[in-house]
């Protein structure tokens, strides 16, 4: 059971446009919220996160974006770069208990100069 | 501050051998938690631990199993390998794993003939 779902294998979008990661999770409990970025050869690297208080968070060019009702949740790059061109891994957890870290399959992003 | 290091690099093994990595959590860090990665699987969990006590176990056979000293550093094992087991093994480390950021280390690279 794929508790945090990850749809688009893959995303193309040219220099200085706005890319749009998109995840979606089933598991209500989860209360905490990552996103990583995946050079290969290489450990993910954290980008951001988010708490369930909040539906919205920014730092730079990065804003991730959760609608609680929806179970979904967004990462936006603004503009878009060519060292952007990674793989996006986006995790969720719960911050009561000792729940551990579920992740997506990716999304593996282009950005086209 | 030091990151998370991972060590050896790479390995090649052949099947019916063991295999044991190596991870440092980045200093203060109580938690550390081993992470699968293969194609198109993304992060699959495999343990956490915390205070040299497993807490929590994802869905691995019994061949994969681990360790954590009172430095918080953690090992991982892998017995009797298998072709499927060829993976990039990652490493992650957190304060108290309750909830918080996890930061990555570089991973180690299995390959099994």
């Known amino acids: 059971d794929q508790q945090v779902k990850q749809n688009s294998p893959s995303l193309s979008v040219q220099e200085g446009r706005i890319s749009i990661l998109n995840c979606d999770y089933t598991n209500s409990m989860f209360d905490y919220f990552l996103w990583y970025k995946k050079y290969p050869a290489e450990g993910p690297t954290f980008l951001i996160s988010i708490s369930s208080i909040k539906d919205k968070n920014e730092d730079g060019r990065f804003t991730v974006f959760l609608n609680k009702s929806a179970k979904h949740l967004s990462l936006h790059i603004v503009p878009s770069q060519p060292g952007d061109s990674a793989v996006y891994f986006c995790a969720a957890t719960t911050t009561s208990g000792t729940y551990k870290y579920i992740f997506g399959t990716g999304t593996r992003l282009k950005v086209l100069a | 501050k030091a990151g998370v290091t991972q060590t050896p690099r790479y390995l090649i093994k052949t099947r019916g051998q063991q295999v044991t990595l190596s991870c440092s959590p980045i200093?203060?860090?109580?938690?550390v938690s081993w992470y699968q990665q293969t194609p198109g699987q993304g992060l699959q969990f495999l343990f956490e631990y915390f205070s040299e006590t497993q807490r929590n176990k994802g869905n691995f056979p019994g061949r994969f199993s681990g360790r954590q000293f009172s430095n918080s550093r953690s090992e991982m094992n892998v017995s009797t390998l298998e072709l499927g087991d060829s993976a990039l093994y990652l490493c992650?480390?957190?304060?108290?794993?309750?909830?918080?950021?996890?930061?990555f280390g570089p991973g180690t690279r299995l390959l099994v003939l």
């Open positions: 200093s203060g860090h109580r938690s």
């Open positions: 992650a480390s957190s304060l108290q794993g309750r909830g918080e950021t996890q930061y």
